[in-house]
């Protein structure tokens, strides 16, 4: 099973690099640009069947290993 | 005294610091990540570095590591332990302190000497220096920026878990003497039980007058004591 993890500072986070992209952006004429941030994409493809094992698993990754909590929010969607 | 360094592919400051250690007569270990046991120690280093490249997030691949498994049992059981720099950070990811360390604020890695003022000299780590005296370390870092949510913040302040903070030559902790953003000017913090110490700043590169100067020597001298 297929499944892509967006993994994103938290609202209340600086995110001191989406902020330069953001100004980027802006300078490049882009001027109705509200807000922008930047995250971490991850592609994750499991040897199992059963979706919400499978499910449950990926969120494991997101929480032990792939996103730092106190920080940052992940969403999960399955792609197949 | 009985002390380990811990090191990583990418480690860069765990040979500085054992020869600060070795200085002072400790008898020191280098121990290899993929080691599953810890020689017994009085004390344990995890050095600063580039731990697998930063990748993922600092300090996060090095937490997953087989001797992290042992040092985190070994702080739990009382062990002293202090992180430096992305030893800070592996504390960090690896749930023995508390916290973040983000990008630093200027998203510029930072090299250059700072001043910390010693907020709390009643522990294990800081009691051959003076309260509220001025020492001037060095940093190197691209992730120092230390967050947590409120709750962690008040607990940390109420417990007199924050050792050091940044200041200017003068002692004042301003905005303007904050190199990296860090929350309240905050260079460096305790678990609890105050036996594990995470800290942005290089002590073990100020332990000789001959290259720099000696200003975190009492550091390694509290430990002693």
């Known amino acids: ?25 802006k300078n490049m004429g882009m001027t109705n640009l509200i807000q922008i941030r930047q995250g971490k994409f991850f592609e994750i493809d499991l040897d199992e069947k059963n979706p919400s094992k499978a499910q449950d698993q990926v969120k494991e990754m997101c929480e032990k290993l792939l996103s730092n909590q106190i920080i940052e929010d992940f969403k999960i969607k399955q792609k197949e | 005294m009985k002390s380990s360094v811990v090191v990583f592919p990418g480690s860069n400051c765990d040979r500085d610091i054992a020869v600060t250690l070795e200085k002072l007569q ?21 050095p600063g570095g580039f731990s697998y490249g930063d990748y993922l997030r600092s300090g996060a691949i090095a937490a997953k590591s087989n001797i992290l498994n042992e040092v985190i049992k070994a702080g739990n059981d009382g062990s002293l332990i202090i992180g430096i720099c992305n030893g800070f950070q592996i504390l960090i990811e690896c749930g023995l302190l508390q916290g973040a360390l983000l990008r630093n604020f200027g998203l ?55 050792p050091i903070k940044y200041c200017d030559e003068k002692g004042n902790i301003t905005r303007a003497s904050n190199p990296n953003g860090s929350l309240n000017n905050i260079a460096g913090i305790f678990n609890k039980n105050k036996n594990i110490l995470g800290m942005m700043p290089h002590p073990e590169r100020m332990s000789d007058k001959i290259c720099s100067d000696d200003s975190g020597l009492p550091l390694f001298l509290s430990l002693m004591n």
Do not use: C, R
């Open chain 1, 1 to 25: 099973m297929k499944f892509s993890v967006t993994v994103t500072l938290k609202k209340d986070v600086l995110d001191p690099q989406g902020k330069v992209v953001g100004q980027t952006l």
């Open chain 2, 26 to 46: 400790f008898k020191n270990t280098m121990v290899w990540h993929k080691e599953t046991k810890l020689p017994k120690s009085d004390l344990i280093v995890i």
């Open chain 2, 108 to 162: 510029k890695f930072i090299s250059k000497d700072i001043f910390i003022k010693i907020q709390s000299n009643k522990n294990k780590f800081f009691n051959k220096y003076k309260k509220d005296e001025v020492v001037k370390l060095n940093i190197a870092h691209n992730e120092g920026n230390f967050f947590t949510d409120k709750k962690h913040l008040k607990e940390l302040e109420d417990n007199d878990l924050i």
